[in-house]
C-alpha cells in the first residue's frame, strides 16, 4: 500500500522536503522517535499488535497510540522507502540489563538504510523502549560516534563465534558506554518479524504481556519511562522523579495525559 505521507508528517510534526537525504534520514528519525510514543498495551491486554501497514497506519498514525519496536520501524520503513531510501530489515539480541552469560534472542527489530550517494549506510531504530535509544541515526562504521544530543551513541564491533561481523550499539551513561543491543548485518524479511513479533505478544515468559511499558522522549530532553504502575521521569539536566501510581485508573490517564496513548475503551488494564 502506499501510506499517506503528509498526514504522517503532520504527526511527527515534520516539514521538510521529502528526499532521499542524510539530513532528511535524520530529521526524519528525531521527529519519528520524539511524535510518537513506545507502549505494548495491545499484548497486555491480550491481542497481538498488527504489522499489517493499513493497521499500523490507523494506529500510529490517525489512532493516537504508539507501539513496540516492530510497529515502529515497520512503518519507518515503508515510509522511507517510499521516499526513496534503500531499507534493509535487521534483528538485534538486546543485552541491555542481561545478566552475564545470559544469551537472549534475537527479539529486537531495527534498520540498515542506504542513502543515495552517501559513503556508508545508517542504522536507524524508532523503536528501542529504552532512554538509551537512538534519537537519530548512526553511520554504519565500526567506532563511530553520535551526538544526537542530548543523548550520545556509538558503534563498535565486538568479537563473536560466527562468520558475520557483530556490531554493538553504545548509549552514554554517567562517562562511561553501556551496550544497548548487539547485531549482524543478515537482512531479515518481514515474515521472520511477524513470527518474532506472535511470539514477543504471547510468549508465557515475555515480559511485553505482563505489564504496560511506555517510553516518551520529549523536545525538552526531558524523557519518561512507565514500567508496570512505576513512572519515572528524567528532566533534561538528569533530574529524575519516580513514583508509583496508585493502580489501572491512574495508569489509563497517565498513559493519556503524559505518553499521548489514549487506550481502548472498555479495556481492562492491569492493577
Same mark, same amino acid.
Given at each position: 500500500?502506499? @501510506?499517506?505521507?503528509?498526514?504522517?508528517? #503532520?504527526?511527527?510534526?515534520w516539514?521538510? &522536503? !521529502?528526499r532521499?537525504?542524510?539530513?532528511?534520514?535524520?530529521? *526524519?528519525?528525531?521527529?519519528?522517535s520524539?511524535?510518537?510514543?513506545? &507502549?505494548?498495551?495491545?499484548?497486555?491486554?491480550?491481542?497481538?499488535?498488527?504489522?499489517?501497514?493499513a493497521?499500523?497506519?490507523?494506529? *500510529?498514525?490517525h489512532?493516537e497510540?504508539?507501539?513496540?519496536c516492530?510497529?515502529?520501524?515497520?512503518?519507518l520503513?515503508?515510509?522511507l522507502?517510499q521516499l526513496?531510501?534503500?531499507?534493509?530489515?535487521?534483528?538485534?539480541r538486546?543485552?541491555?540489563?542481561a545478566? !552475564?552469560?545470559d544469551?537472549?534472542?534475537?527479539?529486537?527489530m531495527?534498520?540498515?538504510?542506504?542513502?543515495?550517494?552517501?559513503?556508508? !549506510?545508517?542504522? #536507524?531504530?524508532?523503536?528501542?523502549?529504552?532512554?538509551?535509544?537512538? @534519537? %537519530?541515526p548512526?553511520?554504519?562504521?565500526a567506532?563511530? %560516534?553520535?551526538?544526537?544530543a542530548p543523548r550520545?551513541?556509538?558503534?563498535?564491533?565486538?568479537?563473536?563465534?560466527?562468520p558475520? &561481523? /557483530?556490531?554493538e550499539?553504545?548509549?552514554?551513561?554517567?562517562?562511561?558506554?553501556e551496550?544497548?543491543?548487539?547485531?549482524?548485518?543478515? !537482512?531479515?524479511e518481514?515474515a521472520d518479524?511477524? /513470527?518474532?513479533?506472535?511470539?514477543? #505478544?504471547?510468549?508465557?515468559?515475555?515480559p511485553f504481556r505482563? #505489564?504496560?511499558?511506555?517510553?516518551?522522549?520529549?523536545?525538552?530532553?526531558?524523557?519518561?519511562s512507565?514500567?508496570?504502575?512505576? *513512572?519515572? %521521569?528524567?528532566?533534561?539536566?538528569?533530574t529524575?522523579?519516580?513514583?508509583? *501510581?496508585?493502580?489501572?485508573? &491512574?495508569?489509563r490517564?497517565?498513559?493519556?495525559?503524559?505518553?499521548?496513548?489514549?487506550?481502548? %475503551?472498555?479495556?481492562e488494564?492491569p492493577?
Amino acid at each position: 500500500m502506499t @501510506l499517506d505521507l503528509d498526514t504522517y508528517f #503532520a504527526r511527527i510534526g515534520w516539514t521538510g &522536503e !521529502p528526499r532521499p537525504t542524510v539530513e532528511v534520514l535524520r530529521s *526524519l528519525h528525531r521527529a519519528h522517535s520524539l511524535g510518537i510514543p513506545f &507502549e505494548n498495551v495491545d499484548p497486555v491486554l491480550g491481542s497481538v499488535p498488527s504489522l499489517d501497514l493499513a493497521d499500523l497506519e490507523a494506529k *500510529l498514525v490517525h489512532g493516537e497510540r504508539g507501539g513496540y519496536c516492530y510497529e515502529h520501524n515497520t512503518l519507518l520503513a515503508a515510509v522511507l522507502r517510499q521516499l526513496g531510501f534503500t531499507v534493509t530489515l535487521l534483528a538485534a539480541r538486546v543485552v541491555l540489563g542481561a545478566a !552475564p552469560g545470559d544469551i537472549r534472542p534475537r527479539s529486537h527489530m531495527l534498520l540498515r538504510v542506504d542513502v543515495p550517494d552517501a559513503p556508508s !549506510p545508517y542504522v #536507524a531504530d524508532v523503536g528501542f523502549g529504552s532512554i538509551g535509544a537512538l @534519537l %537519530e541515526p548512526i553511520e554504519l562504521v565500526a567506532g563511530t %560516534e553520535l551526538h544526537d544530543a542530548p543523548r550520545r551513541h556509538r558503534l563498535v564491533t565486538v568479537a563473536h563465534d560466527g562468520p558475520l &561481523e /557483530m556490531w554493538e550499539l553504545q548509549a552514554e551513561k554517567g562517562g562511561s558506554w553501556e551496550a544497548q543491543y548487539v547485531f549482524t548485518a543478515e !537482512p531479515f524479511e518481514g515474515a521472520d518479524f511477524e /513470527m518474532i513479533n506472535w511470539y514477543v #505478544a504471547t510468549g508465557p515468559h515475555s515480559p511485553f504481556r505482563q #505489564a504496560v511499558y511506555a517510553q516518551r522522549a520529549l523536545p525538552d530532553s526531558s524523557h519518561r519511562s512507565l514500567a508496570g504502575l512505576d *513512572l519515572v %521521569e528524567t528532566a533534561g539536566d538528569g533530574t529524575i522523579r519516580e513514583r508509583l *501510581l496508585s493502580g489501572p485508573d &491512574e495508569l489509563r490517564q497517565v498513559l493519556k495525559d503524559s505518553f499521548g496513548i489514549n487506550v481502548p %475503551e472498555g479495556a481492562e488494564l492491569p492493577a
